[in-house]
């Protein structure tokens, strides 16, 4: 079982929808929670952490975190074309510092 | 610099031959990190340092890979023999270390290496 599992993509939504991303993990000690989003070719950028079970929203952006599931999502309203990138979960796993990325979501929106 | 600077930003070399790509972080940045990225992965953990130790290594595939930090700020991550399968963008982030967390990490533009 890979530590940080997400669907690879791609997902594709319509200008101004919500977009939904998921990811789920392994380790139930896990602490720090992490979306980051990555154009083509350039280097995966924060753009949000969460650290405690619920909601944490930032903008169009909200990240939810169910520790007893294991599951952390990130939701992305009124969805622009800029959006499309890949978005890559991260999760501090083996104890508070060491930083596991799953493998990405590609998202598309379509205008 | 404002931000994480690596060299070389490409690099070509033979297989067999010896690398080094160098790691610049954000200055007050305790915590440094490599990663490999191949195309269409997600970053692949390496190595992460706190000061001058590396706290874990747990990602180096093999004694081929060796990573240094001596003064606790630049770091340089070190490929003997290079292999095809080496090749990939090899990425390195730096963080803060507050309230025992990590994990806000900020890259840099990486280094893409090709070995021949």
């Known amino acids: 079982q890979k530590e940080v599992e997400q669907n690879s993509g791609p997902l594709s939504v319509p200008e101004g929808a919500i977009a939904s991303l998921n990811c789920t993990y392994s380790?139930?000690?896990?602490?720090?929670f992490f979306w980051y989003r990555q154009y083509s070719g350039k280097s995966p950028e924060l753009i949000m952490s969460?650290?405690?079970?619920g909601d944490k929203e930032d903008g169009r952006f909200t990240a939810q975190l169910n520790k007893a599931s294991q599951y952390v999502s990130l939701l992305i309203r009124d969805s622009q074309p800029s959006d499309s990138a890949t978005y890559l979960c991260a999760v501090t796993t083996g104890g508070y510092q060491k930083v596991t990325f799953g493998t990405g979501t590609k998202l598309q929106v379509i205008p | 610099g404002a931000g994480v600077s690596q060299t070389p930003s490409n690099k070509v070399t033979e297989k067999g031959k010896y690398v080094e790509l160098r790691c610049d972080p954000i200055?007050?940045?305790?915590?440094l990190y490599w990663y490999r990225q191949s195309l269409g992965q997600g970053p692949e953990f390496l190595i992460y340092f706190q000061g001058t130790g590396a706290a874990d290594d747990s990602g180096l595939p093999n004694d081929r890979f060796f990573a240094v930090r001596p003064e606790g700020s630049v770091s340089t991550l070190k490929i003997q023999r290079t292999e095809r399968g080496d090749s990939a963008v090899y990425l390195c982030?730096?963080?803060?270390?507050?309230?025992?967390?990590?994990?806000?990490?900020?890259f840099g533009e990486g280094s893409r290496l090709t070995v021949l």
């Open positions: 969460i650290y405690s079970n």
């Open positions: 982030a730096s963080s803060l270390f507050r309230n025992g967390y990590t994990g806000e990490l900020f």
């Open positions: 200055s007050g940045h305790t915590a």
């Open positions: 380790d139930r000690v896990s602490q720090s």
